[in-house]
């Protein structure tokens, strides 16, 4: 499994058994590109269930196709728990909402420190 690998939408990179996640800037994620995301991320991990810090910074708009896609079972195959990391106020408010209507069927949680976000996230290794 390679370390490190670059797409046109998302940059992804394994550390300590952990994927990082980080969304290239001024994405907008429709659902082609929400399913090409999920597809590439399952062939980096050679379909191994991961641990995953997700960097939303770069996008700018996702239309609700690609939000519903993104909290189905179909994708989020492949991770056991995520931590999105938001960067303002603001960004975290529409992050919570969006995780109280679109449910994901594991764990997901909103921070703004990666610290925090991958000590919350080893809480979920040996599940």
Known sequence: MNDVFDTPYVRLEI??????????????INLDIAKSIVATRLEF????????????????????AARDFLA???GTRGLRAAAMMLDSAFSSFLGNFYLSVNKP???VRIFTNTD????????????
């Not at 550390?15 to 907008?28: A, Q, V």
């Not at 810090?53 to 609700?64: A, E, L, P």
Request: net charge positive; hydrophobic share 35%.
């Open 15 to 28: 550390k300590d058994n952990i994927l990082y996640g980080t969304y290239k800037k001024g994405l907008k």
């Open 45 to 64: 991990t050679q379909g191994k269930d991961m641990l995953a810090v997700i960097y939303n910074q770069g996008v700018i708009s996702m239309d609700k």
């Open 72 to 74: 189905s079972a179909d």
């Open 105 to 107: 069927p594991m764990p």
């Open 116 to 127: 925090a976000a991958v000590k919350w996230l080893r809480r979920y290794e040996s599940v």
